[in-house]
DNA sequence: CAATCGCGTGGTAGCGCTGTCAATATCGGT
DNA sequence: ACCGATATTGACAGCGCTACCACGCGATTG
């Protein structure tokens, strides 16, 4: 005899349907089209869902559709507090929707990336959101195959896969730089880490300031592959200093660094800005209230998630964004670190 | 005539035991149980399966199966970065696992919490990671009822739903302030914010501690139910300095308020430990470099997301881990912050 | 030597939902 | 009153995989 794996007392749609007085069909509109109804069925097939807790199955709901209602999520690394604002934003946005995100870490990896891509792919989310504008050129074959919306967040370039959100790291640094020149100062050092693709922009942006300034000096700059932290701050300010005694301000490429060269020249009992100005990058929260506080660059993250994820739903419920690439800017925080000289 | 929606070119199981000349049940054993099949059709099946580049539509597996291999986890807050360790540890111990994430926010509510549990529940996760010690009774009652293992994570108590990993944030807090005793300090505050259960058992800890040395006095408790923040460090310093101007040393629930305490009393030009010791809690990166070095409770915090996730993978495979409950400890982290008094 | 056991394998039928298309109901216009 | 167009609804089959059972075969047992 067949075997028939009854499952006793689940709920499925067909006993929303039955109880409804519809059929199978109709109940299964209601969720994905419910204007597609007529007020009367919907209101029944409505209650009567909620009468028995109808849940829908999910990995029915895949197999049979072909799609998922699944958004993944590439991010180079979970550490960086960058991103828990990033994720924060798109998770935020996804909050009562019927999407989902699936999350995977590159680890800066863009071999990794790829790998994930295809992982990814396979599952047939119903959309993508990756980090930056440096993949693999398979990657990138890949995803332009593919036919669901794709975000590319935090940095935004000439040839999106699909659409974009970010800020020109580029002109982020310059700006800094320039708003430094303004202040006075001349002999402006970069500390940099981890030197990802973002952080290598920002070091062009400088360059490029301090070349149009006839200000370019290479013993200014102390970069490392070394992972950011707090502590990396300090020792690369040592060696800055070590390598141009004279400098009068510094910019970091990110807050952790800025506030490690920040407690390093107080160890120093080096003023700051009077002996030395210092500027980091993204003004994560601790840099309004530190002493002195630091100046930075101000990046919207949680608003470039919360708009990835809007604009991967706004497109896959058919109102595609007017403007697939989006500027979301950035903004020079200008505070005691980096006060006018003398 | 009936449509049928034939998937031109996918590879399906089907492919891949046709190519290598067994049943699908026996190529679908070969993802499952592999040491269930002969050496030679494994051999064949594996070969194949590369050869068509097979990826198995995990749709279908958990309809069919009534399972899928997705753990869920359920933590408070995306922002605080204490999570972000945690959830690294659980990211590194699932990666080249079969198993994946999927992460939802409770925002600290625990009725949220409940919500979302159901709704994880409902899907059939392979297991489950939630936060702390504190659900609702229906939360907990559900848990118990739902036959996959789930571990609670943070803290450790009494009756665990099933495995526990964390610590006592009674004991670390005690400990804390035993140590600032210990350094010769007496008029010992405390600064508290958000005031989460977790947060709640670091200030009775403190209370303990203080009452057995018959030290306790309510000018010295400050505490908030704003979240965490650098910024709100200051501030609170400055109620408890309103409060209670007699104080020798601050016991922060967080790093981010005791950083935060700490650049106040700068801005007061109080001397730090000299007029004002000061210790924190988990013992984040920037502690052990600011200026002064701050002390601080360090917490295991990557290691407890890497083993309740190990935890569950280990009780998924029939190997259910010996002890279910493992308290991690804490260490104190003694620093210049809170050097012994005089 | 027959009865039993267990391993490796295959056949069959469904898991719960939705795509496709046909069928019916409703409606305005002539 | 008739026609075609539009809104609603339903029937059927199948998405890709696995649970369940059956079966054949050699090894074990008394």
Do not use: W
């Not at 597609?36 to 409505?46: D, I, N, P, Y």
């Not at 590159?106 to 295809?118: C, D, F, N």
């Not at 890949?142 to 040839?159: A, F, H, K, L, R």
């Not at 919207?300 to 690439?325: K, Q, S």
């Amino acid at each position: 005899m067949a075997p028939k794996r009854i499952m006793p007392g689940k709920i499925r749609l067909a006993e929303v349907a039955k109880l409804a007085g519809v059929s199978p069909i109709t109940a299964s509109r209601f969720f994905r089209n419910p204007q597609a109804l007529s007020a009367g069925k919907r209101a029944r097939v409505e209650s009567a869902a909620k009468e028995l807790g109808y849940v829908p199955n999910l990995a029915a709901r895949a197999l049979a559709s072909q799609r998922t209602e699944v958004i993944g999520v590439l991010i180079p690394s979970l550490t960086n507090n960058v991103f828990s604002d990033v994720l924060r934003g798109i998770y935020d946005a996804l909050d009562g929707s019927r999407y989902s995100i699936q999350l995977a870490n590159t680890r800066y990896s863009i071999l990794q990336e790829e790998r994930l891509l295809r992982l990814f792919l396979a599952q047939k989310p119903a959309g993508l959101i990756v980090t930056g504008i440096n993949q693999t050129a398979d990657s990138r074959a890949i995803m332009e195959t593919v036919d669901c919306p794709i975000v590319q967040i935090m940095e935004i370039g000439p040839s999106p896969v699909d659409m974009m959100i970010g800020f020109s790291h580029f002109d982020a640094a310059r700006a800094a730089i320039g708003h430094l020149l303004a202040q006075g100062y001349r002999r402006i050092g970069f500390l940099g880490a981890r030197m990802d693709p973002r952080v290598q922009r920002r070091l062009d942006g400088y360059r490029a300031a301090m070349s149009d300034a006839a200000l370019l000096d290479p013993q200014l700059i102390v970069t490392t592959a070394i992972p950011t932290s707090v502590t990396l701050g300090g020792t690369l300010l040592a060696d800055l200093l070590a390598k141009a005694p004279d400098i009068d301000a510094v910019f970091c490429v990110n807050d952790d660094l800025a506030l490690g060269a920040l407690f390093e020249c107080k160890r120093r009992h080096m003023a700051v800005p009077g002996q030395l100005a210092i500027v980091g990058f993204n003004d994560l929260e601790f840099m309004a209230s530190s002493e002195p506080t630091l100046s930075s660059v101000r990046t919207n993250r949680y608003e470039m998630g919360r708009n990835a994820a809007a604009m991967v739903i706004e497109t896959l419920e058919g109102r595609r964004p007017a403007e697939p690439v989006v500027d979301l800017g950035f903004s020079i925080m200008e505070r005691q670190s980096s006060a006018r000289r003398g």
